[in-house]
C-alpha cells in the first residue's frame, strides 16, 4: 500500500539529530513530524520554533509541524518562517479554526487540521474541503510511546469514507502508537500518512526500522 511516512522527532536522539536526518534521508523517508507542545494545551513541553529553524538548514525534508499549543494562530507565522511546509493544529485548542486555516494559506504553507481521539470526526470533517490534510491522534496528545487506540479505526474509515464520497484529496494522517503489528490495519482503513515514533527510532537503526515499517505495510 502507498503511503507516507512521517517519523516523529519527538522519539529522535536531538543530540545526534543531523546523523538521523541523515539516516531518514537514506532511508527514503521524504517527511518528518515535529510536535510542538506547550505545556498548557497538552501536559507537557517539546520545543519550538528556533528547534524547527536550525533543523532546517541540516535536511530538506517535507516538515509536517503538528502544533499541540492553544490558539496556534499566534505562532503560524513563526513557523513558517522557520520552515514548516504544512502546519496542522488541534481544532480543540481555538475558536478560530476557519481564521487560522486562512492564515497558514496566506503565508504559503499548507495546512491541517487534527482531531484527539475522544473529539468526534465531524469537527475536522466540517473543514475537509478547506486544508491539505485531515490527521486523526491515535492516542491521547501530549506523550510518546503510548498504546493505539483501537476505536479510532472506525474514525479513520469513516473520514476516508467522507473524503472519497466528496471527491476531496486532503492526506488522511494517523498519530499514535502505531507499529509494524497494526500499520497494515491503519493503512486498510484509509489512511495515508503515518506518523511514527518509537517504530523508527529504536534501536538506533533508523534504515532498518524504516524498511521493517514498509515491509509490514506491503499487501499481505
Not at 165 to 175: K, N, P, R, Y
Not at 196 to 207: E, H, K, L
Request: proline share 3%.
Amino acid at each position: 500500500m502507498e503511503y507516507i511516512l512521517s517519523p516523529s522527532l519527538l522519539a529522535c536522539d536531538f543530540s545526534v539529530i543531523g546523523e538521523e536526518l541523515k539516516q531518514l534521508e537514506e532511508a527514503g523517508v521524504e517527511w518528518v513530524h515535529l510536535d510542538v507542545m506547550d505545556g498548557q494545551f497538552v501536559e507537557n513541553i517539546s520545543f519550538g520554533v528556533p528547534f524547527v529553524k536550525s533543523i532546517r538548514k541540516k535536511t530538506d525534508l517535507f516538515f509536517d509541524v503538528h502544533l499541540m499549543i492553544v490558539e496556534p494562530i499566534r505562532f503560524v507565522k513563526q513557523f513558517v518562517e522557520a520552515g514548516a511546509n504544512l502546519i496542522s493544529f488541534h481544532v480543540e485548542a481555538t475558536d478560530r479554526v476557519k481564521e487560522t486555516i486562512d492564515k497558514i494559506h496566506s503565508l504559503g504553507c499548507k495546512a491541517g487540521v487534527v482531531c484527539s481521539p475522544d473529539t468526534d470526526v465531524e469537527e475536522i470533517l466540517q473543514y475537509a474541503d478547506q486544508v491539505e490534510l485531515l490527521l486523526i491522534m491515535s492516542v491521547q496528545p501530549g506523550f510518546g510511546a503510548q498504546t493505539y487506540l483501537e476505536y479510532c479505526t472506525a474514525k479513520i474509515m469513516k473520514v476516508r469514507q467522507y473524503l472519497t464520497a466528496h471527491g476531496l484529496s486532503a492526506w488522511l494522517e494517523v498519530d499514535g502508537g502505531i507499529n509494524a503489528s497494526n500499520l497494515k490495519t491503519i493503512l486498510k482503513a484509509g489512511a495515508d500518512v503515518i506518523v511514527a515514533g518509537n517504530a523508527a527510532f529504536s534501536g538506533g537503526d533508523i534504515v532498518a526500522n524504516v524498511k521493517a515499517l514498509r515491509e509490514a505495510g506491503m499487501p499481505s
